[in-house]
Nanobody
Framework: QVQLVESGGGLVQSGGSLRLSCRAS????????MRWYRQAPGKERNLVAT????????NYANFVEGRFTISRDNAENTVYLQMNALKPEDTAAYYC????????????WGQGTQVTISS
């Protein structure tokens, strides 16, 4: 079965860095674009970054552009989110996402990893 397992969250001071990892299994990882989302308490879940299946293209939300970098290692079935210059407003649960590829497919979510930035 499809599994997405995030790790790397924690508590850091404003201006610090964290690297999130999402280990995937149960599907052909190299065939799928992958995404990171985040959700702060009481707020909706927002797309943070997307990376193409090959890793050659990436897109970012305006609020993380220039600070976060998404990457992937298809040999290790892992997608990463390097987060630099962290701000208190980056505090949220971060979720790894495998989008659906077609109408016959479905999307999957990891369990989330908490990122807390202190001021």
């Amino acid at each position: 079965q499809v599994q997405l397992v995030e790790s790397g969250g924690g508590l850091v001071q404003s201006g610090g860095s964290l690297r999130l990892s999402c280990r995937a299994s149960g599907f052909s990882f190299r065939a799928y674009n992958m995404r990171w989302y985040r959700q702060a308490p009481g707020k909706e879940r927002n797309l943070v970054a997307t990376i193409s299946s090959s890793g050659g293209n990436a897109n970012y939300a305006n609020f993380v552009e220039g600070r976060f970098t998404i990457s992937r290692d298809n040999a290790e079935n892992t997608v990463y989110l390097q987060m630099n210059a962290l701000k208190p407003e980056d505090t949220a649960a971060y979720y790894c996402n495998r989008p659906s590829m077609a109408a016959w497919d479905r999307e999957y979510w990891g369990q989330g990893t908490q990122v807390t930035i202190s001021s």
